[in-house]
């Protein structure tokens, strides 16, 4: 059965939640910095004897290097989390809308091989990694494609997509980009896509402009933090032989100047880049009847998850009919 789609605060909720730990422990990070110059055993330093027992009775100290390496690594880590979110995301989301309004559908089969090795581990963890399948599909035009130059020549699709329904279908509707044969997706999963995004904006939305709250929050707030760390090294520049306050600015500037920005756009663009290729892109070409072929049909000797003898089976849940009306030749269906 498709899987219910989440609350539509359950995704704000989950961030503001599991980041508030993470906010007290740099808070408390930002008050030990602004104690450190405050210590008494600073005054201490010529006696080394003294300096160091004062040391020991005022605890265990964290240089401050340390901690601004922790807002920095942060602040990199929050600034590629927003770019995605900003840019990423809506490209993926007018990709999936041009799959709805701009391709066309042909007919294919989907093959769904079911996770075999430690399967009550995996069971544990579906809900949270993606299902896979193979979907084949006669290819729409070879010889545009450069496959062959005989036009009479029968080539089919084999390609890895992401399904959401976790069985083996027969004679399903397939559909694809104009202009790019090999970008071929189940219309039922493509569908579903396009709903979970679709119902977000229209139900709720301030949801995607309150995550990006966040997290542009915590980009100005560990940015910030790393500031103070800082400022706080030039107080102890020269009183403390372990704080190099130029060397704090200078990985401070190479941080947010350069890495950030790099890592942030550069990581990005290349997911970004090639999701797009595997969505539209990948995929083998091979003859129709290959060995190739027929192995990434589905066939009857497929194990479907959740199906035993004797158990009760919803019905159309063994794959989509066709866009003719047949129903569909897979015998599998998914149990209730």
């Known amino acids: 059965m498709a899987r219910r789609l989440a609350p539509a605060l359950s995704h704000l909720a989950q961030l503001v939640l599991a980041t508030v730990p993470l906010f007290f422990v740099l808070c408390y990070f930002l008050v030990l910095a602004a104690k450190r110059p405050t210590k008494q055993y600073y005054q201490y330093q010529d006696d080394d004897v003294a300096f160091k027992e004062m040391v020991n009775a005022d605890g265990p100290i964290i240089d401050l290097d340390y901690i601004q390496y922790v807002f920095l690594a942060f602040f990199v880590l929050w600034v590629c989390g927003t770019i995605y979110i900003g840019i990423f995301v809506p490209k993926r989301h007018k990709l999936i809308d041009a799959y709805v309004t701009e391709s066309q559908t042909i007919i294919g089969d989907v093959r769904y091989t079911p996770r075999r090795n430690l399967r009550f581990f995996f069971t544990l963890w579906k809900r949270f990694s993606p299902e896979y399948a193979i979907v084949t599909y006669r290819h729409p035009d070879p010889v545009a494609d450069g496959v062959t130059r005989n036009s009479d020549a029968r080539y089919v699709v084999t390609k890895k997509v992401r399904t959401y329904q976790p069985f083996s279908r027969e004679k399903v509707a397939i559909i694809v980009l104009p202009g790019l044969p090999r970008s071929g997706q189940p219309q039922s999963d493509i569908e579903y896509d396009f709903a979970s995004f679709t119902e977000a904006k229209s139900g709720r939305k301030d949801r995607p ?109 063994c794959g989509a009919a066709s866009v003719d009306g047949d129903e569909s030749h897979t015998p599998y269906k998914e149990m209730v």
């Open 209 to 317: 402009r309150g995550i990006l709250a966040v997290m542009g929050f915590w980009v100005v707030f560990t940015l910030l933090g790393s500031i103070f760390i800082c400022l706080q090294m030039n107080r102890l520049d020269g009183s403390d032989p372990d704080v190099d306050a130029q060397a704090g600015w200078t990985t401070w500037a190479v941080v947010v100047f350069i890495a950030a920005p790099l890592l942030a756009f550069g990581f990005n663009w290349w997911r970004w880049s090639s999701h797009r290729k595997w969505l539209t892109q990948d995929g083998r070409v091979v003859k129709e009847g290959s060995a190739e072929d027929r192995a990434a049909r589905p066939g009857l000797e497929d194990d479907q998850p959740g199906c035993d003898s004797g158990g009760v089976c919803a019905d159309n849940l």
